[in-house]
C-alpha cells in the first residue's frame, strides 16, 4: 500500500514535470546565441540595453527571457557580426517596431522638448534663483520693515568670519 | 502675486494631460510602421506543399489579408471561427502565415480546426515575420492591389472588427 | 460575515474622516475650542477602524477565505502564510487598504506627538489629514471594495504572482507607504500654515522631524524595492527608471530638499514660501504616484490591472487636492514674510542652489516618465523613455549638486566668502583629484567613472574633514567627551548621509562603469569564463517547492583557480499560474557581486546561462542604508523633542560662546 501511494506521488510530480516542460515550451524555444566573441558581445550587449522587448512589461532584450527578445538579441548579434553599425541595426528595428522599441528616444520635432527639456528647466529654475536673490536685495536696500513683519528675526550667531 | 499662481497653472495643465490620456491611450497598442508601406518581400515554402515557393509579388492586383497564426497560439482558436466564415462569404482572399511553427503540427492544427485560407506561407523561424513586424500571433494585415500594407490589426479578430473594420476598408481598396 | 464587518468598519471609518475633516477645521476657524478637541479623539477612531478593517482582511487571507474576490485573486491554498498575508498589499484594491492604514497611521501619530502644538494647530493639521482620508476611503469604498463577495466562492485561488512570493513583498511595500503617505504630514502642516495664514518660527521645527521620519520610510522603501528587484527579476538589474520606480523616486528628491529647505527656515527664518510649495509639492507627488500606477495610463512591471474608470476618480481626486492646495498657496502665499536677510554667496543662497537641482532633476524625471503618455495622448505616436534617456541626462545634473555637498558647511549663513571656503576644501579637492586620477589611470576608466569617482571622494573627504574639524573646535578649552556632547546629532545626521551619499556615488559609478556580463548557452558540465571568474555548471537537479516546481543548478565559481563559491541559481514553474521564474544566485562581497541566472532551456538540453561580476554593488545598498540612518539621526535630535516654552531661548549649539576655535569652523548643524 505504502508502495503504491509512493508510486502515486512519483507518478503525480512526473506528470506536473511533463506539465511544465509543455507549457513552458509550448513554442520552439529559440536558444540564446554566444559568440565566444568577448568584444562583439559587448557591443551586442550594449545595443540590446538600448533596445525594448516587445512583449514585456518594461524590459529591455538584453535583460529579457522572453521568445521574441532573445530572437531580436541573436538578430542584433548576427547583423554586428556581419558588420553592421550601431545605427544601421537601430533602424533595422524601428524600421519594423516603430520608434517604440527605442529606449533612447529619437531626436525629432515630436521629441524636441523631451532632450531640450532639463537643460531648459534649469535654466529657468537658476534664472529665478538669481532673480530672486537680485529682488531680495533691492528689497533690503530700500526698506527694513515690511521683510520680517511676520516672521522674527531669529537671534545670529556669532560668525564672522 | 501672480506668479504664485504659476504652479497651479502648471498643475493644471499636467491634469489635463493626464486627462487626455486616460482617456485615448492604450498601453497595449502598438501601431505598425509598416501601414502605408510596401510588403516586405520574401520567398518562402508553402505549409503543405514544401516544393512551392511563394512571394508576394504574385498577390499584385487584388486586395488581400494576410493572417500570421501559430499550432501553439491559443487565441488563434479564438479568432479562427471568425476566418472561416470570412472564407465562406468569399469577400477577400486570406493567406495564412504560419509563424515560427513546425510543418507538421501547423498542417494538422489546420486540419483539425479548418483551413480558412487559399494558400498557407510558412516561416519556420520567424525571420520574415520579424520584418513584418510580428511581435506575437495572431496578427493580421490586409494588403491592398499595389502591394502595400494598409491596416494591421494585433490580436484576434472579431466579428466586429470584421463587420466596422475589414469590410469598409475592402470596399475602399477594391475601388482603388 | 466577518468581511462584511470589514466593509462596515470602513464605512465608520469614512463617517469618522468627514467629521474629523470638518468639525475641527470649523473649530480653528471660530477658535472654538470644543470642536477644535475632538481632532486627537476622532483621529484615534479612525485609525482603530482603519486597522479593524485591515486586520480583517489580512486575517481572510491568513484562513483562506476565498469567498472574498480580492483573496480569491491573489491567493491560493498552496501558497505558505507569509505570503498569504503580504498578498493582502499584492492587488490593488488591498493595496489602498494599506496606504489608508498608514495615513491613519500617520495621523494618530501627530495626534499623539503634538503636546506642545497650540490647539489650532493641531486641529487644522489633523483635519487636512482627515480630509485626505475622506478621498481614500470614498475611492475604495465606491470603486475598489477589498471585501467584495465573490458568489459563488471559488474552491481556490488564483495565487499571488510568484514574483511576489518573496520576503521583499512583506517589507517594501509597507515600508514605501509609509514614506509616501509621511509626506502627507507635512502637507498637513503646510495646508495649516496656510489657512491660519502664519509661519512662525515652530512651524519649521514642528514640520522637520515628520518630515525626517517619512523621508527615511521612502529611502528604505526605494532601498528595499531596488535590492528585490536586483535578486528577484534575473537579470542583476537594480533601477530601470520605470513609471513607478520614478514615481516613488520624485518625492524622494523633493523631500530631500524639502528637508534642507526646512533647515533654513528653521535657523534663519527665510524660504517659508518656497518651503511651504515644498510641502505641497513632495505629497502631490506621491498622489501622482498612486495615479500613475492604478489608472492604467502606463505599462510596468509594477502596474496593477488597469482601469480608467479607477484612473479618472484619482485624478478628480488630486484635482481637488493637489488644485486646491495649490490655490490656497496662490492666494496665501504673498502675506507670509521673507524673513531673514542673506548675500548672494551665503548659506542660504547655496541651499536654494541646490533645491534648484533638486527640483529641476524631479521635473527631469517626471518629463521623461510622463512624455510618451502625452505624446500619445495627443496623437503624435508611441515612443519609449527609457535608461539611456534619464541615464544621460540625470547625472549632469546631480554633479553640481554633488560638488554642493561639501562646499555648503564651510559658507556661513547671512553672508559667506569665497576664498575662505576655498582655503578649507583645497586639501580635499587634492587628495580627491589624486584618487580619482590614480584609479583613472590604473584601470583605464572613461571620463565618466572618473568623474564620478572624483565627485565620490570629494563629497566623502569633505564630510570627514568637516566633522573632524567640528570636533576638534575648541580642543584647548574643552575635553573631548565636552566637545563631543556639544556636537547635536542633527550634525551627525548630515554627516552620516552626506557620506551615505558618497558611499553610494562611489558604488554606482564602479558598478556602472567597470560591471561585466556574459551570456552563453551551457551543457552540464561545460563552464563559462568572466574575466578572473570561471563559472562551471556543475550538477542540474530538479526539486519540489511548496507551490512550485524547480531546476536548481550547481555553479562553482573559481576565482584565479581557486574555488571561491558554489551558487545556485534557479529556474522555478509555479504550477498555479504557470508561470516559470528565474531565482538569480548571488554572492555578495565587499568589493565585488557574482551573479548566476538561468534561463531558458533549449531543445539539446542546454540550458541559457547569464553571468555577471558586479564591482561594489554592495556599496550601493550600504550608501543608502547609511542615507537613511543619518535622516534618523537628524530625527531623533534633542531639539525636537523640547517642549516648547513661549519665551525661552533655544539651547542649540549655535548659541554657545563662540570660541577662537569656534571662528574657524562654520556652525554646522543642519
Not at chain 1, 534664472?127 to 529682488?135: F, N
Not at chain 3, 512662525?200 to 520610510?217: I, S
Not at chain 3, 562646499?407 to 566668502?417: I, T
Request: aromatic share 10%; hydrophobic share 50%; net charge positive.
Amino acid at each position: 500500500m505504502a508502495e503504491l501511494l509512493r508510486w502515486a506521488r512519483q507518478g503525480l510530480t512526473a506528470s506536473l514535470w511533463v506539465l511544465a516542460a509543455t507549457c513552458a515550451h509550448a513554442q520552439p524555444v529559440v536558444s540564446p546565441q554566444d559568440s565566444g566573441n568577448a568584444a562583439l558581445e559587448l557591443r551586442v550587449n550594449q545595443l540590446a540595453s538600448e533596445l525594448r522587448c516587445l512583449v514585456c512589461q518594461n524590459q529591455t532584450i538584453a535583460d529579457s527571457h522572453a521568445e521574441l527578445a532573445v530572437q531580436l538579441k541573436n538578430e542584433v548579434r548576427t547583423q554586428l557580426a556581419q558588420g553592421r553599425s550601431d545605427d544601421e541595426v537601430r533602424d533595422f528595428m524601428v524600421a519594423r517596431y516603430g520608434d517604440f522599441v527605442l529606449y533612447r528616444p529619437p531626436v525629432t520635432t515630436a521629441t524636441a522638448l523631451l532632450w531640450a527639456g532639463p537643460a531648459v528647466l534649469l535654466l529657468i529654475g537658476l534664472g529665478l534663483l538669481v532673480q530672486h536673490i537680485r529682488a531680495r536685495q533691492r528689497l533690503e536696500a530700500t526698506s527694513t520693515s515690511t521683510l520680517d513683519s511676520v516672521w522674527p528675526e531669529e537671534p545670529t550667531p556669532k560668525e564672522q568670519a | 502675486m501672480k506668479r504664485y499662481l504659476l504652479p497651479l497653472g502648471l498643475f493644471l495643465a499636467l491634469a489635463s494631460t493626464l486627462a487626455l490620456g486616460l482617456k485615448r491611450v492604450d498601453p497595449q497598442a502598438l501601431p505598425s510602421p509598416l501601414v502605408g508601406r510596401p510588403v516586405p518581400a520574401f520567398n518562402l515554402t508553402q505549409l503543405d506543399a514544401p516544393q512551392t515557393r511563394i512571394t508576394p509579388a504574385q498577390f499584385k492586383g487584388q486586395v488581400w489579408v494576410l493572417n500570421a497564426w501559430a499550432s501553439w497560439c491559443v487565441s488563434c482558436r479564438k479568432e479562427h471561427p471568425v476566418l472561416l466564415d470570412l472564407a465562406r462569404k468569399g469577400v477577400v482572399p486570406l493567406v495564412g502565415f504560419n509563424y515560427q511553427d513546425q510543418r507538421e503540427p501547423g498542417k494538422q492544427w489546420l486540419q483539425k480546426h479548418g483551413n480558412p485560407y487559399q494558400l498557407t506561407v510558412f516561416d519556420e523561424d520567424g525571420r520574415v515575420g520579424m520584418d513584418l513586424g510580428i511581435i506575437g500571433v495572431p496578427e493580421t494585415f490586409v494588403i491592398d492591389k499595389q502591394g502595400v500594407i494598409r491596416h494591421k490589426h494585433a490580436g484576434p479578430v472579431t466579428a466586429e472588427w470584421v463587420q466596422q473594420t475589414l469590410l469598409p476598408l475592402l470596399k475602399e481598396l477594391q475601388r482603388g | 460575515m466577518i468581511p462584511e464587518l470589514g466593509q462596515t468598519a470602513l464605512i465608520v471609518a469614512l463617517g469618522l474622516s468627514l467629521l474629523l475633516g470638518s468639525l475641527p477645521l470649523w473649530g480653528a476657524y471660530r477658535q472654538q475650542a470644543h470642536l477644535m478637541s475632538l481632532a486627537r479623539p476622532l483621529a484615534a477612531g479612525q485609525f482603530a477602524f482603519a486597522a479593524l478593517a485591515f486586520g480583517i482582511l489580512i486575517h481572510a487571507f491568513v484562513v483562506m477565505d476565498f469567498s472574498v474576490a480580492y483573496v480569491a485573486d491573489n491567493a491560493n491554498s498552496l501558497l505558505p502564510v507569509q505570503f498569504r498575508v503580504a498578498a493582502a498589499w499584492g492587488g490593488h484594491e488591498g493595496s489602498l487598504l494599506l496606504w489608508q492604514l498608514m495615513l491613519s497611521g500617520w495621523t494618530l501619530a501627530v495626534a499623539l506627538f503634538s503636546r506642545q502644538l497650540p490647539p489650532a494647530t493641531v486641529a487644522r493639521v489633523l483635519a487636512v489629514l482627515g480630509l485626505i482620508s475622506v478621498g481614500i476611503l470614498s475611492f475604495t469604498l465606491f470603486t475598489s471594495n477589498p471585501f467584495a463577495r465573490l458568489i459563488p466562492s471559488a474552491p481556490d485561488g488564483q495565487d499571488l504572482n510568484p514574483l511576489l512570493q518573496d520576503p521583499g513583498m512583506i517589507f517594501h511595500p509597507p515600508l514605501l507607504y509609509m514614506g509616501y503617505v509621511g509626506f502627507s504630514v507635512a502637507f498637513a502642516f503646510a495646508i495649516a500654515a496656510l489657512l491660519e495664514g502664519k509661519l512662525d518660527a515652530a512651524w519649521a521645527k514642528w514640520t522637520r522631524p515628520w518630515t525626517l521620519a517619512a523621508w527615511v520610510f521612502l529611502t528604505l522603501g526605494i532601498l528595499l524595492g531596488s535590492f528585490w528587484a536586483y535578486y528577484e527579476l534575473g537579470w542583476g538589474g537594480w533601477w530601470f527608471w520605470d513609471a513607478v520606480e520614478n514615481a516613488s523616486f520624485m518625492p524622494w528628491l523633493v523631500g530631500t530638499a524639502l528637508i534642507h529647505s526646512l533647515s533654513v527656515s528653521e535657523k534663519r527664518g527665510s524660504f517659508k514660501n518656497w518651503t511651504v510649495l515644498l510641502a505641497i509639492l513632495a505629497f502631490s507627488l506621491s498622489l501622482l504616484g498612486t495615479f500613475l500606477v492604478r489608472s492604467g495610463v502606463l505599462t510596468s512591471v509594477h502596474a496593477f490591472a488597469s482601469d480608467p474608470q479607477r484612473g479618472l476618480y484619482i485624478l478628480v481626486f488630486l484635482l481637488i487636492v493637489i488644485g486646491g492646495s495649490l490655490a490656497l498657496y496662490a492666494w496665501r502665499a504673498s502675506q507670509v514674510g521673507l524673513g531673514g536677510r542673506f548675500a548672494a554667496f551665503s548659506r542660504e543662497s547655496l541651499l536654494l542652489l541646490n533645491n534648484v537641482f533638486l527640483v529641476v532633476s524631479m521635473g527631469t524625471v517626471l518629463l521623461g516618465t510622463l512624455y510618451p503618455l502625452a505624446l500619445d495622448a495627443f496623437g503624435l505616436g508611441k515612443i519609449s523613455v527609457g535608461p539611456p534617456y534619464f541615464d544621460a541626462v540625470f547625472a549632469p545634473l546631480m554633479l553640481p549638486l554633488l560638488l554642493l555637498i561639501s562646499v555648503g558647511p564651510y559658507v556661513v549663513w547671512k553672508q559667506g566668502s569665497v576664498a575662505r571656503a576655498w582655503h578649507e576644501l583645497r586639501g580635499v579637492a587634492l587628495v580627491s583629484v589624486l584618487l580619482a586620477g590614480g584609479i583613472a589611470l590604473s584601470q583605464r576608466t572613461s571620463v565618466g567613472v572618473t568623474t564620478g569617482l572624483l565627485l565620490a571622494f570629494w563629497v566623502l573627504l569633505g564630510s570627514v574633514q568637516h566633522a573632524v574639524q567640528r570636533l576638534r573646535a575648541g580642543s584647548e578649552q574643552r575635553s573631548f567627551a565636552q566637545r563631543w556632547r556639544a556636537v547635536p546629532l542633527a550634525f551627525w545626521g548630515m554627516v552620516v548621509a552626506h557620506i551615505g551619499v558618497g558611499v553610494f556615488v562611489l558604488g554606482v559609478t564602479l558598478v556602472k562603469g567597470l560591471d561585466q556580463v556574459r551570456d552563453a548557452s551551457l551543457q552540464v558540465g561545460q563552464s563559462l569564463t568572466l574575466g578572473d571568474y570561471r563559472f562551471d555548471f556543475k550538477t542540474l537537479d530538479k526539486h519540489k517547492g511548496a507551490n512550485y516546481l524547480a531546476g536548481r543548478a550547481t555553479f562553482e565559481v573559481f576565482h584565479h583557480g581557486r574555488l571561491l563559491a558554489t551558487l545556485h541559481p534557479e529556474k522555478r514553474f509555479y504550477v498555479v499560474q504557470r508561470m516559470p521564474m528565474t531565482e538569480a544566485a548571488i554572492d555578495r562581497g565587499l568589493t565585488r557581486d557574482l551573479y548566476v541566472s538561468l534561463g531558458d532551456t533549449a531543445p539539446s538540453g542546454a540550458w541559457g546561462v547569464r553571468v555577471q561580476v558586479k564591482p561594489f554593488m554592495g556599496w550601493v545598498w550600504g550608501g543608502t542604508l547609511l542615507m537613511a540612518l543619518g535622516g534618523v539621526l537628524a530625527a531623533t535630535d534633542g531639539r525636537y523633542r523640547q517642549r516648547a516654552r513661549a519665551a525661552a531661548p533655544e539651547h542649540t549649539p549655535t548659541s554657545v560662546t563662540p570660541t577662537a576655535a569656534d571662528l574657524n569652523v562654520a556652525p554646522t548643524t543642519l
